[in-house]
């Protein structure tokens, strides 16, 4: 039902304050605060000596009618300018407790728009690819946020750069040509979540958050581990070509959620294994700092893909196959490739080994052993917690790249 | 023109006209109207080719409105302003001169006044005669300084208003002429800092573009259709407002003519328009 009213008359008095000064804040808040609408009538009154000159461009301008008084104007409230808000929408709203926050599926005319905005319906759409709640989303997103932003270091700081070199020169030897492994995998690691990041709906703002802290330690790693490379040594070491065709089969993943299990959940799992028997072998106090500090983030990152894909599979039983094909198709892409960099390899056993000694090695060899099964182990419980039954979980483990990540 | 698509001429003073009519264009084809546009580098040549008969409406600034319908009055033919915008009623123009140096026009005898484009309607000649009127006759009794951007665009490009803005508070001139919608602009932006400036005189009230027919076209289906989808646009329609932002409007009335009076007697006393219109007429 609807009431006809006689239109309202309200009075606003700028004072000295003109148009040109600020003055047209006001008038447009008058109008909003006093409800007026069309037909309504605002008496403004002021000293500014352009005040009417000024006020008729302003009516004209915003569709409203415009009559000069002899200290000022009065505006008849047009039609048109309140149908601006006509068609706006709420994106979602920005407290995650609330039923209403997340749209199950993004729309491409929130477009940039914080989550929570009344956007106006004349958007124009952008379209982002994943724009699909169950595929992106994570619960934990927001907590796993929070540890990330508040767990960041700095690698000037945060690393005794100025430790001795009193190892063996055959370890450091071994120590540059793992960080120069552990560069290659870590540019994989910041780049396959950056071709995602700009695919994501801002509407799913925490995931985009948590995304761009990870490839901030991603950035970070890269740096502790080139630098610590370069700590006593000018050159960095080898990088093979079996290596670098496994991580490009990680760029290559079109799909997210198997970009991110091929990832996080197989390869960045398998890396925690890896910094922390880098950690535990450590010849000097910098190479203990950046494995463990890589290692915390890493565990981040996995906690996050581990997250993300329980809720997915809960939601989307079907992506339990897509993911099984994507271990398979992966290791048969790889299966005439050498894997792992042998470099490496030999590198890992002289490190855990401390020397070249024949025992030592004989030592180094059998740790190095030990961290393949550790690595092994990690992989088939992340796969039994997606909920792979365990034998499963260890054939497929079987089938990931030799080279770790 | 015989085709049932509606042909309408425009001239390209900004790119944003392309996305403007492109977008009508959309419109127009989602109510079954055809509809089309050709551009025009400046208004002479629109109203050349309006006679010609190479388009049904033409998008008219108020000069150009005048010199078609002088040229249709002496071939004995017609033109009517079918639509124009909100925003096109009742327009004023000042005179702006720095403070403390000019208290009224008669202060300006001898000096040098900035104005527009020289066939600016807002911007040059309706401020030129309201001079006129008030006994400063230009090149008399006043030097005028014409910033001429873009001319054969009747002032639709702000830029020579804003260079006479300029020079007004470079000091190069004693006052400078402008529509009242950009002196507000100028203030704002501190082209015209605050304080420094005030305005000595304000014109009377004009109007500015419309739509223009020739003869009785403005009753044939195709284009009462076309009236009647334009003046149907609203500005609640997301998919219009955007136009409608770019184009200045938020609704588009139908076109009246006695809002060109102050115009006419501008191009009567400087003899604007008569070569084009003589020239045009006698082909």
Same mark, same amino acid.
């Given at each position: 039902?609807?009431?006809?009213?006689?239109?309202?008359?309200?009075?606003?008095?700028?004072?000295?304050?003109?148009?040109?000064?600020?003055?047209?804040?006001?008038? #447009?808040?008058?109008?909003?605060?006093?409800?007026?609408?069309?037909?309504?009538?605002?008496?403004?009154?002021?000293?500014?000596?352009?005040?009417?000159?000024?006020?008729?461009?302003?009516?004209?301008?915003?569709?409203?009618?415009?009559?000069?008084?002899?200290?000022?104007?009065?505006?008849?409230?047009?039609?048109?300018?309140?149908?601006? #808000?006509?068609?706006?929408?709420?994106?979602?709203?920005?407290?995650?407790?609330?039923?209403?926050?997340?749209?199950?599926?993004?729309?491409?005319?929130?477009?940039?728009?914080?989550?929570?905005?009344?956007?106006?319906?004349?958007?124009?759409?952008?379209?982002?690819?994943?724009?699909?709640?169950?595929?992106?989303?994570?619960?934990?997103?927001?907590?796993?946020?929070?540890?990330?932003?508040?767990?960041?270091?700095?690698?000037?700081?945060?690393?005794?750069?100025?430790?001795?070199? @009193?190892?063996?020169?055959?370890?450091?030897?071994?120590?540059?040509?793992?960080?120069?492994?552990?560069?290659?995998?870590?540019?994989?690691?910041?780049?396959?979540?950056?071709?995602?990041?700009?695919?994501?709906?801002?509407?799913?703002?925490?995931?985009?958050?948590?995304?761009?802290?990870?490839?901030?330690?991603?950035?970070?790693?890269?740096?502790?581990?080139?630098?610590?490379?370069?700590?006593?040594? @000018?050159?960095?070491?080898?990088? #093979?070509?079996?290596?670098?065709?496994?991580?490009?089969?990680?760029?290559?993943?079109?799909?997210?959620?198997?970009?991110?299990?091929?990832?996080?959940?197989?390869?960045?799992?398998?890396?925690?294994?890896?910094?922390?028997?880098?950690?535990?072998?450590?010849?000097?106090?910098?190479?203990?700092?950046?494995?463990?500090?890589?290692?915390?983030?890493?565990?981040?990152?996995?906690?996050?893909?581990?997250?993300?894909?329980?809720?997915?599979?809960?939601?989307?039983?079907?992506?339990?196959?897509?993911?099984?094909?994507?271990?398979?198709?992966?290791?048969?892409?790889?299966?005439?490739?050498?894997?792992?960099?042998?470099?490496?390899?030999?590198?890992?056993?002289?490190?855990?080994?401390?020397?070249?000694?024949?025992?030592?090695?004989?030592?180094?060899?059998?740790?190095?052993?030990?961290?393949?099964?550790?690595?092994?182990?990690?992989?088939?419980?992340?796969?039994?917690?997606?909920?792979?039954?365990?034998?499963?979980?260890?054939?497929? #483990?079987?089938?990931?790249?030799?080279?770790?990540? | 023109?015989?085709?049932?698509?509606?042909?309408?001429?425009?001239?390209?003073?900004? =790119?944003?006209?392309?996305?403007?009519?492109?977008?009508?264009?959309?419109?127009?084809?989602?109510?079954?109207?055809?509809?089309?546009?050709?551009?025009?580098?400046?208004?002479?040549?629109?109203?050349?080719?309006?006679?010609?008969?190479?388009?049904?409406?033409?998008?008219?600034? =108020?000069?150009?409105?005048?010199?078609?319908?002088?040229?249709?009055?002496?071939?004995?033919?017609?033109?009517?302003?079918?639509?124009?915008?909100?925003?096109?009623?009742?327009?004023?123009?000042?005179?702006?001169?720095?403070?403390?140096?000019?208290?009224?026009?008669?202060?300006?005898?001898?000096?040098?006044?900035?104005?527009?484009?020289?066939?600016?309607?807002?911007?040059?000649?309706?401020?030129?005669?309201?001079?006129?009127?008030?006994?400063?006759?230009?090149?008399?009794?006043?030097?005028?300084?014409?910033?001429?951007?873009?001319?054969?665009?009747?002032?639709?490009?702000?830029?020579?208003?804003?260079?006479?803005?300029?020079?007004?508070?470079?000091?190069?001139?004693?006052?400078?002429?402008?529509?009242?919608?950009?002196?507000?602009? /100028?203030?704002?932006?501190?082209?015209?800092?605050?304080?420094?400036?005030?305005?000595?005189?304000?014109?009377?009230?004009?109007?500015?573009?419309? /739509?223009?027919?020739?003869?009785?076209?403005?009753?044939?289906?195709?284009?009462?259709?076309?009236?009647?989808?334009?003046?149907?646009?609203?500005?609640?329609?997301?998919?219009?407002?955007?136009?409608?932002?770019?184009?200045?409007?938020?609704?588009?009335?139908?076109?009246?003519?006695?809002?060109?009076?102050?115009?006419?007697?501008?191009?009567?006393?400087?003899?604007?328009?008569?070569?084009?219109?003589?020239?045009?007429?006698?082909?």
């Amino acid at each position: 039902m609807t009431t006809t009213r006689e239109p309202a008359q309200v009075a606003l008095e700028l004072g000295p304050l003109g148009l040109d000064g600020g003055g047209t804040v006001l008038l #447009s808040h008058t109008i909003r605060r006093a409800g007026l609408v069309a037909g309504d009538r605002l008496d403004v009154r002021g000293l500014a000596p352009e005040l009417a000159v000024h006020g008729r461009a302003w009516c004209r301008a915003k569709g409203h009618g415009f009559t000069a008084t002899p200290d000022g104007f009065t505006i008849t409230v047009g039609r048109h300018d309140a149908d601006r #808000s006509v068609g706006a929408e709420r994106a979602g709203h920005a407290d995650l407790r609330r039923p209403d926050a997340l749209a199950e599926v993004a729309s491409p005319r929130w477009g940039l728009a914080a989550r929570g905005a009344l956007v106006d319906a004349a958007t124009p759409a952008v379209r982002f690819g994943l724009d699909r709640r169950v595929d992106v989303w994570a619960d934990e997103a927001p907590a796993l946020y929070a540890q990330a932003t508040a767990a960041q270091w700095d690698p000037a700081t945060a690393i005794p750069w100025a430790t001795a070199c @009193d190892h063996d020169p055959a370890v450091e030897d071994a120590i540059v040509q793992v960080m120069t492994y552990l560069v290659e995998n870590e540019t994989a690691a910041l780049l396959v979540p950056a071709r995602f990041l700009a695919q994501m709906h801002p509407h799913f703002r925490e995931i985009l958050q948590l995304l761009a802290v990870q490839l901030a330690d991603e950035a970070r790693h890269i740096e502790v581990f080139t630098r610590r490379a370069r700590l006593f040594r @000018d050159e960095l070491g080898s990088s #093979s070509a079996g290596g670098q065709a496994s991580l490009q089969s990680l760029l290559d993943e079109p799909d997210y959620a198997l970009a991110m299990f091929l990832l996080s959940v197989l390869g960045e799992g398998s890396f925690l294994s890896l910094l922390w028997f880098l950690h535990e072998h450590a010849p000097d106090a910098a190479t203990k700092a950046v494995t463990r500090l890589a290692a915390q983030d890493e565990a981040r990152h996995v906690a996050f893909g581990l997250a993300h894909l329980e809720r997915h599979l809960g939601l989307e039983p079907a992506l339990r196959e897509r993911l099984v094909a994507a271990v398979h198709r992966r290791h048969d892409a790889l299966a005439d490739t050498a894997g792992l960099n042998a470099d490496v390899f030999d590198a890992l056993v002289v490190i855990a080994a401390g020397s070249l000694e024949p025992l030592a090695i004989a030592r180094g060899f059998a740790a190095v052993t030990e961290l393949v099964h550790d690595m092994d182990r990690g992989r088939r419980r992340r796969l039994q917690r997606l909920g792979f039954p365990e034998a499963e979980a260890a054939a497929l #483990s079987e089938l990931h790249t030799r080279n770790f990540m | 023109m015989t085709t049932d698509t509606v042909i309408l001429g425009a001239v390209a003073y900004d =790119p944003k006209v392309v996305t403007i009519w492109e977008g009508f264009r959309e419109f127009f084809a989602a109510h079954d109207l055809a509809f089309d546009f050709v551009l025009y580098s400046n208004y002479e040549r629109q109203v050349e080719a309006h006679v010609r008969g190479d388009m049904d409406v033409a998008w008219n600034s =108020p000069l150009a409105w005048l010199q078609l319908e002088r040229i249709a009055k002496r071939l004995g033919r017609s033109a009517q302003a079918i639509a124009m915008r909100d925003s096109d009623r009742d327009l004023t123009s000042v005179i702006v001169a720095r403070t403390g140096e000019v208290a009224s026009l008669a202060d300006l005898r001898g000096k040098t006044i900035a104005v527009g484009a020289g066939d600016s309607p807002q911007a040059t000649l309706i401020p030129l005669v309201h001079l006129q009127q008030a006994g400063l006759v230009p090149g008399r009794d006043v030097e005028v300084r014409r910033f001429d951007v873009l001319l054969g665009k009747h002032g639709d490009h702000i830029g020579g208003e804003r260079d006479a803005a300029r020079a007004l508070v470079a000091g190069e001139v004693a006052a400078a002429c402008m529509i009242d919608g950009n002196h507000l602009l /100028f203030a704002r932006e501190g082209v015209l800092p605050s304080g420094s400036t005030h305005i000595v005189a304000q014109t009377a009230a004009y109007d500015h573009c419309n /739509f223009s027919v020739l003869d009785d076209l403005g009753a044939a289906p195709k284009m009462k259709r076309f009236t009647e989808l334009l003046l149907g646009m609203s500005y609640a329609d997301p998919t219009l407002r955007p136009l409608m932002d770019l184009e200045g409007l938020r609704a588009w009335l139908p076109g009246r003519t006695e809002g060109y009076a102050l115009l006419e007697q501008a191009i009567d006393a400087f003899g604007t328009i008569d070569g084009f219109v003589t020239e045009i007429a006698g082909r």
